[in-house]
């Protein structure tokens, strides 16, 4: 006899309540909409759509997190800075994949450990900015926000803030999901087929390296077939979402009550992290993702004090739940080492675990003579060497890495085997926002972290 479904679990009235109190609290970075009426129609019509991601894959990456802060596996998260919507073609979105593949495989493989695989897609549209306008030969219009809010171009009716994007970003999201979930678990992900990950690339010194590695991994399997081993775990993969939660007109209509359990989940990604502008504790942003079951993850900068971050600790992990925070240290090659020693030594003190893992790129910038914004790979990878030392020091894991990235080979980060200068920046310089690191970068990155790992 078939089994009647499980009943619906109706939420506590408080639940859905708490949901809206961070509208009662100061909100930063959010757009001005010129018509109030037509963003709130936006996003009715964004409660009303299906999620994206689903609350079981939510609770698997909360499952996988907890191992990496208990020093059992590892995160790679990289992706855009600022996706857009005309880079969600099929070719960019593959081969963003296809770098991260590569790079999981560099690091499983040279450091044993389990890699849990994260993108910065299918969500990170909207960007914080410094300042709410931008000018321009005397000229003022409000800054670029991202695709979900405004257009890049400099002119009035590209920057003026329009709703209907907020609708657009959904979809455009789910396009993306829609090709990475056929990725990553239609064969294209199989560990025997290593070597066609590096098609399409430009020959370099990283990707000569990286088809070494996958010889060794061919003759690994081939031994393992020959025993027969089962195959199964290698032909697919886990790959799983993550963005800024920082536009609030679209996370909350995203923001669904989980059938089983009453309980809200942000739909939008797997994983939700709050930015270094916007972590008040205050804040509507910490008060929002506090009540929500996604894995969140804060940014925190050098000036982060021990008091801060405890504070931080009791807001949104209060039950001490493993893989349910992570800290994400953006400190700056030149203060990493200076700035993360007194939060590892006092968070050891506590009975919070949370997961740490290191974004090497955001506290690296720097802007040429020409303008170009832009980040020195000796730089970045400075930070990562800072962070691995740091909790040697402290004894405790070092458990991912945050990178903005791209499969393409742009030219927007200087240095490299590649010894991209500032002459060359002009000749691939694509992203809107932030340098990204390029394919070759990227692959040298993960040669670099699986050298560190192997040495914890």
Not at 93 to 122: C, D, E, F
Not at 357 to 375: A, E, F, L, Q
Request: glycine share 8%; proline share 6%; aromatic share 8%.
């Amino acid at each position: 006899m078939a089994q009647s479904p499980e009943p619906s679990v109706t939420p506590e009235p408080s639940v859905l309540a708490g949901l809206d109190y961070w509208r009662e609290l100061p909100v930063k970075q959010q757009p001005l909409w010129l018509d109030p009426a037509a963003a709130s129609a936006a996003s009715d019509e964004l409660a009303t759509l299906p999620p994206l991601v689903f609350a079981g894959e939510v609770d698997m990456l909360r499952e996988r997190l907890a191992a990496a802060s208990a020093g059992r596996a590892f995160l790679l998260q990289g992706g855009d800075c600022a996706e857009t919507f005309a880079g969600a073609t099929a070719d960019r979105i593959r081969n963003r994949v296809k770098t991260v593949l590569q790079m999981a495989v560099v690091l499983t493989y040279g450091a044993s450990m389990p890699v849990v695989k994260m993108g910065r897609m299918a969500g990170q549209f909207a960007k914080p900015r410094s300042s709410d306008t931008e000018t321009r030969e005397g000229v003022t219009l409000p800054a670029y926000r991202g695709d979900i809010v405004n257009g890049y171009d400099f002119a009035p009716e590209s920057r003026a803030a329009d709703p209907a994007r907020l609708v657009r970003g959904y979809h455009t999201a789910a396009s993306t999901l829609n090709l990475i979930r056929a990725f990553t678990t239609g064969g294209f992900a199989d560990l025997r087929q290593v070597h066609s990950w590096n098609q399409g690339f430009a020959q370099n010194p990283a990707n000569a390296r990286y088809e070494s590695l996958a010889r060794e991994i061919d003759r690994a399997i081939k031994f393992m077939d020959a025993c027969g081993a089962d195959f199964d775990a290698l032909k697919y993969t886990e790959f799983y979402t993550g963005h800024e939660g920082l536009l609030m007109d679209y996370e909350r209509p995203m923001t669904r009550i989980d059938s089983r359990t009453g309980t809200p989940y942000d739909t939008s990604a797997h994983f939700i992290w709050i930015g270094e502008r916007t972590r008040e504790l205050d804040g509507a942003h910490v008060d929002f993702f506090s009540r929500v079951r996604n894995p969140i993850g804060v940014k925190l900068g050098p000036t982060t004090t021990p008091g801060v971050m405890r504070e931080l600790v009791d807001k949104l992990d209060p039950n001490r739940e493993p893989g349910r925070l992570t800290f994400i240290t953006r400190m700056g090659a030149d203060r990493i080492r200076d700035a993360l020693p007194p939060l590892l030594e006092a968070i050891v003190t506590t009975d919070a675990q949370p997961l740490w893992v290191t974004d090497p790129m955001h506290g690296n910038g720097i802007t040429t003579p020409s303008g170009y914004k832009t980040r020195r790979f000796d730089d970045v990878v400075d930070e990562v060497k800072g962070f691995f030392e740091a909790h040697r020091a402290a004894g405790t894991f070092p458990g991912g890495i945050h990178v903005e990235l791209t499969g393409d080979d742009v030219t927007e980060c200087l240095g490299g085997s590649e010894h991209i200068d500032e002459a060359t920046l002009a000749t691939r310089y694509e992203s809107l926002c932030d340098p990204r690191l390029n394919h070759m970068q990227s692959l040298e990155l993960a040669f670099l972290v699986a050298e560190e790992l192997g040495r914890r």
